[in-house]
């Protein structure tokens, strides 16, 4: 049984940073390639950043030099740090994983597990 808890949400002012967290139980994590998603209300879920089970990391243009991706395997948790946040960037963030390679990184529908999101506030 595999599970993602995400952790680190929170109100913030423009221009300010935050940390999400997504700790994955399961023998996969290592395997695995773990994304982070957001949904803003009346929005489609949308790609933020992804590492890969090579230990690549790509994000979306809008985050780009913004948001960071690292992973701790001792840990089993991904990291998501988020710099320089603004209200364009309030949403739910969730985590995502999938432990097989099955195309875009950037599709959710192509991930098989998912956390229950945290909630990004940014206050302008």
């Known amino acids: 049984q595999v599970q993602l808890v995400e952790s680190g949400g929170g109100l913030v002012q423009a221009g300010g940073s935050l940390t999400l967290s997504c700790v994955v139980s399961g023998r996969t994590f290592r395997s695995g390639t773990q994304a982070w998603f957001r949904q803003a209300p009346g929005k489609e879920r949308e790609f933020v950043a992804v590492f890969t089970f090579s230990h690549n990391t790509e994000y979306a243009d809008s985050v780009k030099g913004r948001f960071t991706v690292s992973r701790d395997n001792a840990k089993n948790t991904v990291y998501l740090q988020m710099n320089n946040l603004t209200p364009d960037d309030t949403a739910a963030y969730y985590c995502?994983?999938?432990?097989?390679?099955?195309?875009?990184?950037?599709?959710?529908?192509?991930?098989?597990?998912w956390g229950q999101g945290t909630q990004v506030t940014v206050s302008s």
């Open positions: 995502a994983m999938r432990t097989y390679y099955r195309g875009s990184y950037y599709v959710p529908s192509l991930y098989d597990y």
